[in-house]
C-alpha cells in the first residue's frame, strides 16, 4: 500500500500564490515514481475534476484552461513527493485538493489512479 499526505493549503488572498506537495510513503514506494501522478480538486457542491497529471519522467498535461499558464505540476521522485504551484490564484480556484498516484496512463480519470490523499482545504478570498 502508498500513502499520500498532501500540505501546503491554507488561505490565501486573490493574486496570491500557494504551493501544495504531496507526499508518500509505504511498502510499495519503490515503484511509485513510475507511476503517473494526478492533482484533482473538488469545490463546494461541484463535482471533483482533475487539475492535472504527470509522469513518472515530468511530462504533464493540464485539463482545466483555467489553470493553465498559473498551475504548475512538477514531482521528485528522490523524495517521492508531488508538488503543485499556485500562482494568480482565484476565488474559483477555492477547492479541496487531492493528490493520487498510480495510474498507468497520463489520464484524468479517477478511476485509473489507485491511491489518494485526504485533501488540503484552498480558500482563495477576493
Known amino acids: 500500500q502508498v500513502q499520500l499526505v498532501e500540505s501546503g493549503g491554507g488561505l490565501v488572498q486573490a493574486g496570491g500564490s500557494l504551493r501544495l506537495s504531496c507526499t508518500a510513503s509505504?511498502?510499495?514506494?519503490?515503484?511509485?515514481?513510475?507511476?503517473?501522478m494526478g492533482w484533482f480538486r473538488q469545490a463546494p457542491g461541484k463535482e471533483r475534476e482533475a487539475v492535472g497529471a504527470?509522469?513518472?519522467?515530468?511530462?504533464?498535461?493540464y485539463y482545466v484552461d483555467s489553470v493553465k499558464g498559473r498551475f504548475t505540476i512538477s514531482r521528485d521522485n528522490a523524495k517521492n513527493t508531488l508538488y503543485l504551484q499556485m500562482n494568480s490564484l482565484k476565488p474559483e480556484d477555492t477547492a479541496v485538493y487531492y493528490c493520487?498516484?498510480?495510474?498507468?496512463?497520463?489520464?484524468?480519470?479517477?478511476?485509473?489512479?489507485?491511491?489518494w490523499g485526504q485533501g488540503t482545504q484552498v480558500t482563495v478570498s477576493s
Open positions: 504527470i509522469t513518472w519522467s515530468g511530462v504533464t498535461l
Open positions: 493520487a498516484a498510480g495510474a498507468r496512463l497520463l489520464t484524468k480519470d479517477e478511476r485509473s489512479y489507485p491511491y
Open positions: 509505504g511498502r510499495t514506494l519503490s515503484t511509485l515514481s513510475t507511476y503517473n
